[in-house]
């Protein structure tokens, strides 16, 4: 019998310590370290093998199979491979439920086989969940056990296309003494899954909670062990979703799914350039168009600002959809290159339509909103700006000014404020070139035709 050892991990990050501590040295989270039981000590010297030149072996079995759900498609390069592992990790209530349902709905209907594995709902919750989505395809399977062993026999005699185990917290190895959720059951149970879906060709999805206090065993756990992390995130006030791909193993990761939660589930965005400016005001101070980019997607957002007199005392600056520390950062900027001076006001910016910008190229159309803000003037209606500043003020360049002019010509926007150094813009666009942010500024009088 293998000998043991205890040693302790977070259940939050994943990072193992030799004693038990408050906090973790990993991801400074409290009370989320736990015991676990681990195998030591040298086992029995297996047999070597013999190897293959890798030349031998055939690259051509990891072919995405489309799942029918276009923006899934799109993030994951063109759909599942065959023995593949995918974790789709998010907090509990933001719709992973419903977007793996739709997901099965949609391989089963072609006449694959598709098993749902339900830990967390009676199969009669999810067959009217799922009549609310449509008609229910008969390949469409149901597996109402949260035994690891059960399940990985399952999937040796069904032998699935698709095999959905929501979620992987209520499972539990019988020969475990833990309970459910905690880092040794995790663990243990996607070791074994991963190796029933390796074994018999199943496309496995893996459903994994995230909460923001870590009080549940985290997808970090599982991310060295499956092939794809998904990540399904949105704010619980809008109704937009967003899909990403932070691992995966088959493609790229820097593409996005975007959707859209309706009473019948969720529907695919198309249009997020359309979307995020359905209900934009026009002639409005404080707003400013930025053409961001969100993977390869280039995604026209409104930042909105606003400023309300704070008093003798330093500027108070809040954001909500960008980086608070960003926000400031351009502010400075904006005060000590730009001349525009927010000493004595309250400036809040906020990336509209429940939009995030994590990037900087919408720094420039950020500095400017705020700019429109403290001097109450309107920009016209068919100007966007995009550009990153430096700490000196200047203007940088930023990836794939072209495609972002596009999108903004696209639906409608005749002018635009571009780095020194931007190439041109498409035909019937106007360009206002800056080299600094005083430059921006300096120019601005051109473009709403009176002083700024």
Known sequence: MAKQRRTFVCRSCGAETPAWTGQCNGCDGWATIEEVVVAAGRGKPAAA???????????????????GLAEVDRVLGGGLVAGSVTLLSGEPGIGKSTLTLQLATSVASTGAGVMLVTGEEAPSQVAARAARLGPIPASLMVLDDTAVETIVSTLAAERPAVAIIDSIQTLRVGELDASPGSVSQVREAAARLVGAAKTNGVSLVLIGHVTKDGALAGPRLLEHVVDTVLSF??????????????KHRFGPTTDVGLFEMTGLGLEAVSDPSGRFLADRRLDTAGSMVVPALDGHRPVLVEVQALASPHGDRPAAIAAEGLSASRAKLICAVLEQRGGVSTYGQQVFVSAAGGASIVEPGADLGVALAVASAIAD?????????????GLSGEVRSVPQLERRLGEAFRLGFRTAIVPNSAGDGPTGMRLIRAGTISDALAQLPAAVGAPF
């Open 377 to 389: 003037r309107p920009f016209p209606s068919e100007l966007v700006a995009c550009g990153e500043l």
């Open 233 to 246: 995130s949105g704010d619980r006030h809008h109704d937009l979703r967003f899909l990403r791909a932070v």
């Open 49 to 67: 093998r013999a190897v293959q030149s890798l030349d031998s072996y055939d690259g051509s079995t990891s072919v995405p199979n489309p799942v």
